[in-house]
């Protein structure tokens, strides 16, 4: 079974970027996507990103628009997560998760039990 691994979390301040990595051994899915869970909340959709016939989608939660991007390379089995502008509210544990049944879209409501999914990276934001 391919398992993501993440890496790149850490401890930042408010407003500064980090990058985020998520590789698959093997092979990417069809659609990756970034998932994040704060202390006492639910898991929320964060980011994604699908290959459909060579073309590429992306998608992102309204809180996360404009302050990350999402790609992937292919040859390296990698999808990254590029953070800006950090803010508090950012802090949680960034999942990554990959499927073959779904697009990036779709991947805004894929639930725990669906797809391939990672250990998990820390993420915290300093004000």
């Known amino acids: 079974q391919v398992q993501p691994v993440e890496s790149g979390g850490g401890l930042v301040q408010a407003g500064d970027s980090l990058r985020l990595s998520c590789v698959a051994s093997g092979r990417l899915f069809n659609a990756m996507g970034w998932f994040r869970q704060a202390p006492g909340k639910e898991r929320e959709f964060v980011a994604a990103i699908s290959i459909s016939w060579s073309a590429l989608s992306t998608y992102f939660a309204d809180s996360v628009k404009g302050r990350f991007t999402i790609s992937r390379d292919n040859a390296k089995n990698t999808v990254y997560l590029q953070m800006n502008s950090l803010k508090p509210e950012d802090t949680a544990v960034y999942y990554c998760?990959?499927?073959?049944?779904?697009?990036?879209?779709?991947?805004?409501?894929?639930?725990?039990?669906?797809?391939?999914w990672g250990q998990g990276t820390q993420v915290t934001v300093s004000s």
């Open positions: 998760a990959g499927s073959d049944r779904t697009t990036a879209q779709g991947m805004g409501v894929m639930t725990s039990k669906q797809g391939n």
